[in-house]
């Protein structure tokens, strides 16, 4: 099938299995899956900047689907949801702004097929490390008879303690999110979503693999929550994306509509799913997917021709 | 057990083949046709390509979400 917007021929199952695939991911991850997205446009010869402004308009669509889910599962904190659209709205513009600047200097694929790789091996490590330690550190709780029944259920961080500091940092205006449990101060929350932000805008998606791990490591918001309420958040985000890049050439809403035709069944399957695995648990299973996106990166930068 | 999760597994197996039925013709008589307006509109018209980019993203998260969760309520309980 041929998209004129962007050039390029592409398969439409092609497309619908991506999508399905993603959409499975931000239903059980609460992440928009771009770092899946992203390189498997590339793979099929579109140009970063219209794998990343068409992705971001993907997930607008995919993430109104997996929200209203958590919705009804009570998995989205509205209030901190609301906030931090804020930041990564003003994240989303400086994001798009650079992909512009590097458009404009004729390096854009080389440039951004390095950051995604650096950003991808980074996350996998960090979650890796983490999640493993947790869980580690849960099953000694659970052999020395420390922790019981439901309690050993709870969302345990090896972060925990890095997160407890953050929370302790009194710099005005403190916010209580009763959903989430969490009191911290308001421009904690903004910093981490306009980082969020920026990598939404340069790198594509609702960067939600970098924003679930800071929601739930920086703020100290328990797992599902995160899930729920990043998806929450990146539908307006999301949609300022789609806006902002379409403006600037970088959308191709064709290939955002067949891919998101898949993405609505794998939604539906990927929230229900998170009721049946605990939180370090899903942080472990989240590890190999930034290394796939990384991986197609690298296919694509080494052998310098798509499929 | 065991009948129920095959019985819920059947059921999305239909839905999935009745969706992807759907799916083919909503690609040939909407998307098809769809194409030569938008890529016009996104040479000439971007502020209004991005608003009609949005607006057709979120309708068809909307409808299709509609569709299946209406699918999958008609086959559960035929199923049942």
Known sequence: MFFPISDSHINPIYLVVVGFIIGILGGFFGVGGSFIAGPALRLMGVDWNYAVGTDLAHIVGKSIVAAKQHRALGNVDLKLGFFMAFGTIAGAECGAQLIQALKRAGNVNIVVSYVAIVVYFGIAAFMLWESRKTLRSGRGRSQSGLVKGSESKKDHSAFSPVTRNIQRLKIWPMITLPTSGVRISLWTILLVAFVGGVFSGFLGGGAGYIRMPSMVYVLGIPTHLAVGTDLFEIVISASYGTITHAIKGNVDILIALVMHTGAVIGAQIGAVST????????????????????????????????? | MKKQAAKSLRAFAIELAIYSVLVTVYFFLVLHLLGEWLYHLEAQHRYMY???????????????????TLLFRLLRGRWR
């Open chain 1, 275 to 307: 009721q049946y695995f605990a939180g370090p648990k899903i942080r472990l299973a989240f590890v190999p997917l930034p290394l796939i996106g990384a991986a197609i990166v690298i296919y694509t930068l080494v052998t310098g021709h798509k499929f």
């Open chain 2, 50 to 68: 991005a608003l009609v980019a949005l607006l057709l993203i979120a309708g068809q998260a909307v409808a299709l979400d509609a569709v299946t």
